[in-house]
């Protein structure tokens, strides 16, 4: 079965770093496309990035970029999402997600399946 | 940046009704459109791929069609458990920007 598994979810204090882990299985880690997506609380999706663990390649939503890092680590399947100095705004649920991708015909649609169970960061005082 | 809005925002439907779900690109995205299904404390769910290809295991009263700028999600007879939050996110910008659609509640009338 392929899946994806998160860290638990983390509380900090405004100021201090984090870094948050989803790790794959069932699957060939290093052949695909790993996403982060935030969701504010009450709120919808936000595409944050993207790493491809076999060479690290990472995209940042202009958003985000700056704000937190994307990494992985081939030899142990997991892929990172961290902050340097977390700030209150940061609260949030965090999704990972394998990309996808089917090209055909001139075409080259992604998508992404499966998600993981999502990791709660609350940033308090 | 491609902006993606969706229409309604909120839906009240009966057990039995057909939905349908409305997603518009602000410029063509060929057919590279995805929709997931969201329930509350859950992490979403690929429903439909491509625009219109249903994902292994999603229950056929979904569908999904369009091209270009205008996508529909339609669900052709409501089951309870499909009440939920939906989301549309384009893939042409590849990369750097899968943006999502802001969702549509769908909630029991």
């Known amino acids: 079965e392929v899946q994806l598994v998160q860290s638990g979810a983390e509380v900090k204090k405004p100021g201090e770093s984090l870094k948050i882990s989803c790790k794959g299985s069932?699957?060939?880690?290093?052949?695909?496309?790993i996403g982060w997506v935030r969701q504010m609380p009450g709120k919808g999706l936000e595409w944050m990035g993207i790493?491809?663990?076999?060479?690290?390649?990472?995209r940042y939503s202009p958003s985000f970029q700056g704000q937190v890092t994307i990494s992985a680590d081939k030899s142990i399947s997991t892929a990172y999402l961290q902050w340097s100095s977390l700030k209150a705004s940061d609260t949030a649920m965090y999704y990972c997600?394998?990309?996808?991708?089917?090209?055909?015909?001139?075409?080259?649609?992604?998508?992404?399946?499966?998600w993981g169970q999502g990791t709660l960061v609350t940033v308090s005082s | 940046d491609i902006q993606m809005t969706q229409s309604p925002s909120s839906l009240s439907a009966s057990v039995g009704d057909r939905v349908t779900i409305t997603c518009r690109a602000s410029?063509?995205?060929?057919?590279?459109l995805n929709w997931y299904q969201q329930k509350p404390g859950k992490a979403p769910k690929l429903l439909i791929y491509?625009?219109?290809s249903l994902q292994s295991g999603v229950p056929s009263r979904f569908s999904g069609s369009g091209s270009g700028t205008d996508f529909t999600l339609t669900i052709s007879s409501l089951q309870p458990e499909d009440f939920a939050t939906y989301y549309c996110?384009?893939?042409?910008?590849?990369?750097?920007?899968?943006?999502f659609g802001q969702g549509t509640k769908l909630e029991i009338k």
């Open positions: 997600a394998r990309r996808l991708r089917i090209a055909v015909a001139g075409t080259d649609s992604h998508w992404f399946d499966p």
């Open positions: 069932g699957y060939s880690f290093t052949s695909y496309w």
């Open positions: 790493i491809y663990p076999g060479d690290s390649d990472t």
């Open positions: 410029q063509s995205i060929s057919s590279y």
């Open positions: 491509a625009a219109s």
């Open positions: 996110q384009q893939s042409y910008s590849t990369l750097s920007m899968y943006t």
